[in-house]
């Protein structure tokens, strides 16, 4: 898990909980997944930490030891939707590993998740503190993914070295976020398949961009 | 003008009015204006057409004779705005061409302009109609300004011919638009200097994307 330092892991006890409450990992799951359906029924705007919290069936109070703001609730939320997306590649090439990298963004961008993304890009488009929580929990991880990438590429001598490093993530990402992020189709409209085939026409590329050769 | 086609110069007399009113460009000027006024007020969910007519002392009615929906008002305000980014490089080389568009793209994404431009992005999040109306009045003419510049170049010889054209204008400014975008900073808090210094950082990358050597 990216975010789990401060949660347990699910699919185990969690090791002396610091508030010492065994059944807080199910407790913080089912608040997480009543953030997610309230999201979808209502909206950014709409939501409430108190219908979260009647919707898990616990008191405002017990959400609010967990996740001090809406902005943190939601993007906890947000995280664990996209959580399996955060794994380094190692295909052990510089095309392969990008390829991952673009077909796991195309496909977090479109359907189910892709509604949630661009319906928080868009709140975070007058909304500060949901923007710095989205940079942190999504986009800096994501960057550091492509950076390292490109770094053992280097490493490996499969491409020379790169002034802007600092900007990799948006050279790579950038095409693929601003594909399904800056179109009048919603994302939950793009199917799977189209997805990864958009990935796969972008990857040549993202791959000349940092000097490769597809 | 790129969006003249329905609106007459503002510099010269209109040319027979179709509605035989010779005020009207002015008037289109101030309800745009206007616009633009109540949105950095009020922003997009607050503007409405009656608060507009009203700032630019003109009936409801009136305003509805040239724009038929709050959509179409705000898009014609915004192109306004951004007018001036719609003319076609002609440096003669395709590094030259590219750091005009990126130069360009990067100062619209700023300042006052990107203000606007996050918060019409943020809407159209959930408003497809606008999310339509953004595409056909800022990003297509873009991408295919970029197309062009492209195509260009391969006339030219300068690179071999491409596969996937139809996703140069994301290759070639999506990582601009990602890094002025997808951040928690404002984009009026970016100087134009530094806008300007990342589009130069960016070149590179774009240049070799599209098989260029920078």
Not at 107 to 115: D, H, L, Q, V
Not at 118 to 145: C, S
């Amino acid at each position: 898990m990216t975010h789990g330092t401060t949660s347990p892991h699910p699919a185990e006890p969690a090791p002396a909980p610091r508030r010492g409450r065994p059944r807080d990992a199910a407790r913080d799951r089912a608040l997480l997944d009543a953030t997610l359906a309230v999201l979808a029924e209502n909206g950014y705007g709409g939501l409430t930490t108190a219908a979260v919290a009647a919707r898990a069936g616990v008191s405002t109070a017990t959400l609010y030891r967990r996740w001090s703001s809406k902005e943190e609730l939601v993007i906890a939320a947000a995280a664990l939707h996209g959580e399996s997306s955060y794994e380094q590649p190692g295909t052990g090439t510089l095309e392969g590993d990008l390829r991952v990298v673009l077909r796991e963004k195309a496909a977090a961008m479109t359907g189910e998740p892709g509604r949630l993304i661009r319906a928080l890009i868009g709140e975070a488009a007058h909304n500060t503190a949901l923007a710095e929580a989205l940079v942190t929990a999504f986009l800096q991880p994501l960057y550091d993914r492509v950076a390292e990438v490109v770094r053992r590429a280097v490493e490996r001598g499969e491409i020379p070295p790169l002034d802007g490093v600092e900007l990799l993530g948006e050279v790579v990402v950038g095409p693929v976020m601003t594909h399904f992020l800056l179109t009048p189709r919603l994302p939950e409209d793009v199917d799977q398949a189209t997805a990864r085939e958009t990935a796969d026409r972008l990857l040549p590329f993202a791959l000349r961009a940092v000097g490769g050769t597809p």
